[in-house]
């Protein structure tokens, strides 16, 4: 574990000049995305249900869903549109962090290095920023 922890950035560098793992996650995920897939409308039913408790424990509950970095790259936000179009259509508050990347010049430093996925520290506070003005604090 300690080689690990000593050359974790020279691990990040390598994996990111070999491979596209923001594609390969998105890929991968995006199979999951159909309103016809029986697997789909479970989790939406289960995401009902969580809903539904919190709800009657007097919890907000909010969806907020997250772009991937390579979506920016490669255009289209399928998996987005399609879950909130269905979360919706059950009546469950949903928002696109998309809004929040408006205007950013460089997508990639939102992003852990090499990643595609996890958002790196100005990223997550970008990310606050909008939550808090948009929809803690709206004007």
Known sequence: MRFVNR????YQWLMASVSDRGQAYYAYDRQFYSEDDP???AALDRIAMIREMAELNGIRFDLVMMPYEYQYRAGGFHPQDVL???LQSKGIRAYDARAAFEGVSD??????????IHFSE??????????????LHPR
């Not at 997508?107 to 595609?116: A, E, F, L, Q, S």
């Not at 100005?122 to 929809?135: A, D, F, N, T």
């Open 7 to 10: 050359n974790v950035y020279f």
């Open 39 to 41: 697997a789909f409308v």
């Open 107 to 116: 997508i990639t430093v939102m992003y852990m290095y090499g990643d595609g």
């Open 84 to 86: 909130l179009n269905a």
């Open 122 to 135: 100005q990223g997550h506070q970008l990310i606050w920023q909008w939550l808090r003005s948009e929809y």
